[in-house]
């Protein structure tokens, strides 16, 4: 847990460390010089994001520079943070300098996973792809693969020192990750890093801090696994559950369950509604002693082959698929049973606060000068790495306890995210990120509500919007709002009212 | 745009330092120089000058021999420890100023005496310590009585008088012992601004404050800021140098004379409040939809705190016309003797037990509705500090259960979102009904029957045994009767928290040796210094 916190993205530590980083140069094994067609291209992204504080707009193009690894079939892969939002996609031959365009095929935000194939289909021919290895264990040597401007190979080796569980950037569940010490040195193609073992691809990297010179790699497995899923005709993604669960070793704790002795197994604290775990009929209060017929400890781990003791939710992300159904040997009341979960993918946008939004703009309504948005910690995210602290606390907190605020999920939190100062909006100038309950009389659940109510104005030509918080309401002349629209469009360069697709 | 305005909250509730001068032998002159003699005082009459504007700013015009009404106040107090309830707390020793006003009383801050346990006050040329006893103290205006039971010593003694507010720009003198030397040091300034103003003592109170631009320091407190021979104000809080230059904020006459005719009665009973948030009503589409007149006037009221004195009586949606008779514009100014003043400054001239009169307009309609100042608003005291209160706690099974208050939150920094949550949103959601008590578990002292039990730590108490928990009492009486098992179910999806009631009866003693507890369980608040009985706890 504290290493979420320390361990920063690659992409944006290195750009700081450049100075620091470039003179520690280790020499290029002679073993690896002889390769003479790497399995590395380079790859050259242009991307926006959306601007979430005006999101009829997009920020400034930003481009990125990195190294894809070349796979069958054409293929390249990369991370998924390189690809987000991007504008264009560039693979250039790293000995050559031969550029193509590529297009984005599959990606995967919340394995951070990306592949890539070139326009131009011959592009990649003479490179031999890289094979994918899968058995890396704690002690084993990797290495790093970067490259020279000069297209010749910078190899830095470096020690796996735990696979473990951790959050990957999309912070919802936990995946597997190689932890790996390494001197990693400063290239301006350090966005995606290709780990290798025995010259075969062993992992990916997912962030880097620089300091303790500890890198975290996205593994093969998971990296195996998107590959599989990606070979579908719709890509689903790796599946979620949907409950939470705390360990069981206060002895207390297990004897209110039902449990004795010393046996395993974990208290189930929440099952949301409309997952894998609602339906399989997995309750509060259950103690879950094995998954997939692997026993769980007290702590939630049981013995992986390869790993040894390791957090059970990896045999739900890297070795099940959406559509298998696992086994779930539980204790109710003492008494065991089975469960079956059909497993499945959770969409971003089955969640109230969808927990990322990319390569899509953001919803939006304004009316009047008023913004409406929809909840998202996507939007929270605007307020830069430290949103959880910097963002208006009230919105972190709808957004951190969702599943308990709003028990039937199925909605969005409509916000009145800002007020652009306008003729309409004299005296509310000040209002921001409240929370909308009602619009005209209707209750307001999404950003599509809103759009239907604000077009039926109650007697009188008014447009009335109910808040959670002060000043509870808020009116407007719905005429003036209409007549003042083109004028606002017109100041405030808004290229579009509503965004509602 | 929006870091900026954070920014500046931060500054607001941090920056304004109360300025009592703590441990003051112990702290170094601020810088090599020589202390400055304090100023002659003059006999001759006071001029009426102008003073002229930007600095240089005139001499400050005599107020008499204010060294035979000054004294220099030695509190000794104990600060609360939040973190271990059971101890008596922290000894400071800090060092104010206070003056002789009318009746053998001294008038001083009242953070120069809360908490206090032992008071000394000096005089000018007298070597002696007098002992001092609290007669009043309002820790929601920041202001004290105290009086020395010593027979001889208001007999040389002057009492001031009080002034009015002082105009913009007039000339004001600060007196008081702040850090820089031992006697008595005058400081001048001009008024620059009259305005509410939060007052950090209680850091939830707001009222009206005159800010002077008289260097004043930590030892000023208490002390009285005059023009012409009389009172005109209290200084009492300023900005630390490295946030703004030049910014002190005294207590002017207003509600230094609120004070002095609460306490009349002999106790103290503290502001009213009408417990309601407004908006302004400046949108000319809302004043329509209101069917208000174009004529800028009328606040629309927000939220009604149900535990005020609103309640039932004023409801969200209202608009508010008149104030007493006095016509409320549409931004919430009335006007005082000629001046704008925030429509609430009527209020605050109200105590308890009086009324105040509205001119309403509710579903388009006029209505006339008054408003009795029975009960108090106590919600808003948990968002407050709080002094001369031991603090409420259950220490069980090494479980410390403390109420949600401002003082807990800063003894444990707290950042949990939730705790936060429950504290901002305390009155606006009303959070008060279903707990008037939030019961956290603050801390945990470490025992083999609760080795397990870490990760509880922070959450709030929801029910016990099926049975909502919604005050201290609640906790206590829960426990005492509780059967062999007993379960606590926090807020929110985390786990119950079990426990075994032979086992932490076992533990009991154990526990209470290991970390030296006192006592386990404090229930009741100590009547605070505003009970003259229990005020000198000498």
Request: charged share 20%; proline share 8%; aromatic share 8%.
């Amino acid at each position: 847990m504290v290493l979420k916190h320390s361990v920063i993205t690659l992409g944006i530590v290195l750009v700081a460390a450049t100075g620091a980083l470039a003179k520690k140069e280790s020499a290029v094994p002679a073993t690896l010089s002889k390769q003479k067609q790497l399995a590395l291209v380079r790859v050259n992204v242009t991307g926006q994001s959306y601007d979430y504080f005006r999101p009829w707009q997009k920020k400034a193009p930003i481009s990125k520079r990195a190294l894809g690894a070349v796979l069958s079939k054409g293929r390249v892969l990369v991370t998924a943070d390189l690809v987000t939002n991007q504008n264009y996609v560039e693979l250039e031959r790293a000995e050559s300098g031969e550029k193509t365009a590529a297009k984005v095929q599959v990606i995967d935000y919340e394995a951070n996973l990306a592949l890539l194939e070139p326009v131009e289909k011959t592009f990649l021919d003479g490179i031999t792809p890289l094979e994918i290895t899968p058995d890396t264990v704690v002690g084993d040597r990797l290495a790093a693969w970067q490259l020279e401007p000069t297209g010749a190979l910078v190899a830095t080796e470096g020690l796996v020192t735990t696979v473990q569980m951790t959050p990957y950037p999309i912070d919802i569940g936990e995946f597997l990750t190689y932890r790996v010490s390494i001197p990693m040195q400063y290239r301006e193609n350090s966005y995606t890093v290709p780990l290798v073992k025995n010259n075969k691809l062993a992992g990916l990297l997912l962030r880097y801090d620089p300091r303790s010179q500890l890198l975290d790699a996205i593994p093969a497995p998971i990296i195996t696994h998107f590959l599989k899923e990606a070979e579908n005709q719709n890509y689903r993604g790796f599946p979620a559950a949907g409950f939470s669960f705390f360990p069981t070793r206060d002895p207390e704790l297990r004897e209110f369950s039902g449990e004795t002795g010393k046996g395993g197994g974990v208290y189930i604290t929440n099952v949301e509604p409309n997952t894998p775990a609602m339906k399989a009929g997995l309750q509060i209060g259950d103690i879950v002693t094995a998954v997939a017929n692997n026993e769980i400890d007290q702590n939630g781990n049981y013995v992986d082959p390869l790993y040894g003791k390791i957090e059970f939710t990896n045999l739900l992300t890297a070795h099940a698929y959406s559509g298998d159904v696992v086994p779930f040997r539980i204790q109710r009341s003492g008494k065991p049973m089975q469960l079956n979960m059909t497993l499945e993918h959770r969409d971003a946008k089955d969640y109230v606060s969808p927990p990322y939004n990319f390569d899509q703009p953001p919803r939006y309504y304004v009316v009047g000068g008023l913004i409406f948005q929809e909840l998202s910690r996507q939007y929270l995210k605007e307020w830069g790495p430290a949103w959880q602290r910097e963002a208006p606390q009230r919105l972190v907190y709808l957004d951190r306890f969702q599943s308990e605020l709003f028990p039937q999920g199925n909605r969005r939190v409509v916000i009145l995210s800002q007020v652009l100062p306008a003729n309409s909006t004299i005296g509310y100038d000040d209002l921001s990120y409240l929370t909308v309950t009602r619009v005209n009389g209707k209750e307001i659940k999404s950003l599509g509500d809103l759009a239907e109510a604000v077009k039926q104005p109650i007697e009188g030509g008014f447009i009335k919007i109910e808040t959670e918080e002060d000043p509870k309401q808020i009116e407007l002349d719905a005429a003036q709002v209409t007549a003042e629209a083109p004028n606002l469009q017109e100041n405030y360069g808004i290229s579009a009212l509503h965004r509602l697709d | 745009m929006k870091r900026t305005l954070i920014f500046a909250y931060v500054a607001l509730l941090l920056g304004p330092a109360s300025y009592a001068q703590q441990d003051s032998p112990a702290r170094p002159p601020m810088e090599a120089q020589a202390p400055r003699p304090a100023l002659p005082s003059r006999s001759s009459p006071p001029a009426q000058a102008v003073v002229p504007v930007p600095v240089p700013i005139a001499p400050p015009k005599p107020n008499g021999p204010v060294q035979k009404s000054l004294v220099r106040i030695t509190a000794t107090a104990v600060e609360p420890d939040y973190k271990a309830p059971w101890n008596a707390g922290a000894i400071q020793r800090g060092v104010g100023a206070g003056f002789v006003i009318e009746g053998n009383r001294i008038l001083t801050n009242a953070h120069v005496v809360s908490n206090s346990r032992y008071l000394t006050v000096e005089r000018d040329s007298d070597p002696n310590k007098y002992p001092a006893k609290v007669l009043f103290i309002a820790n929601d205006c920041d202001l004290a009585l105290i009086t020395v039971d010593a027979p001889n010593f208001f007999k040389n003694m002057v009492p001031l008088k009080f002034g009015g507010i002082p105009s913009l720009e007039s000339t004001v003198s600060a007196y008081g012992y702040p850090i820089g030397g031992e006697r008595m040091s005058v400081t001048t300034g001009i008024v620059s601004r009259i305005d509410f103003q939060l007052y950090t003592h209680s850091s939830i109170d707001q009222h009206l404050a005159v800010q002077i631009s008289a260097q004043i320091n930590p030892g000023n407190s208490g002390g009285p800021v005059m023009q012409n021979g009389k009172v005109i104000g209290v200084a009492f809080q300023g900005y630390s140098g490295d946030v703004a230059q030049g910014v002190a904020y005294m207590i002017p006459t207003p509600v230094i004379n609120r004070f002095l005719k609460d306490v009349s009665n002999g106790h103290y009973d503290k502001y009213v409040d009408l417990a309601i948030s407004y908006s302004k009503l400046q949108n000319p589409a809302q004043r329509k939809f209101l069917g208000l007149k174009d004529d800028n006037r009328g606040v629309l009221v927000s939220t009604v705190v149900e535990a005020g004195p609103s309640a039932n009586v004023l409801r969200s949606g209202d608009v508010l016309l008149t104030i007493d008779d006095h016509p409320i514009a549409s931004d919430g100014n009335v006007e005082l003797e000629g001046e704008p003043a925030d429509f609430q400054e009527v209020v605050e001239r109200k105590f308890k037990g009086g009324s105040v009169k509205l001119d309403i307009w509710r579903d388009k309609q006029p209505m006339t509705v008054k408003i009795e100042f029975v009960k108090t608003a106590w919600p808003y005291l948990i968002q407050g500090h709080s002094y001369d209160v031991r603090p409420r706690y259950v220490l069980y099974g090494g479980l410390l259960f403390q109420p949600l208050n401002l003082d807990l939150l800063e003894a444990n920094r707290s950042t949990d979102l939730r705790l936060r949550h429950f504290f901002e949103y305390f009155i606006l959601e009303q959070l008060y009904l279903q707990h008037p008590d939030v019961i956290v578990l603050a801390n945990i002292l470490p025992d083999p029957i609760n080795t397990y039990l870490a990760p509880y730590r922070g959450g709030i108490v929801d029910e016990i045994n099926g049975k909502k928990i919604r005050t201290l009492d609640d906790l206590a009486n829960s426990f005492a009767e509780a059967p062999e098992r007993i379960v606590i179910r926090m807020i929110g999806d985390g786990p119950p928290l079990v426990l075994d009631r032979n086992k932490v009866e076992a533990a009991r003693e154990r526990i209470k040796t290991r970390y030296n507890v006192l006592k386990e369980q404090n229930l009741e608040e100590q009547p605070g210094s505003n009970t003259p009985k229990q005020a000198n706890k000498i």
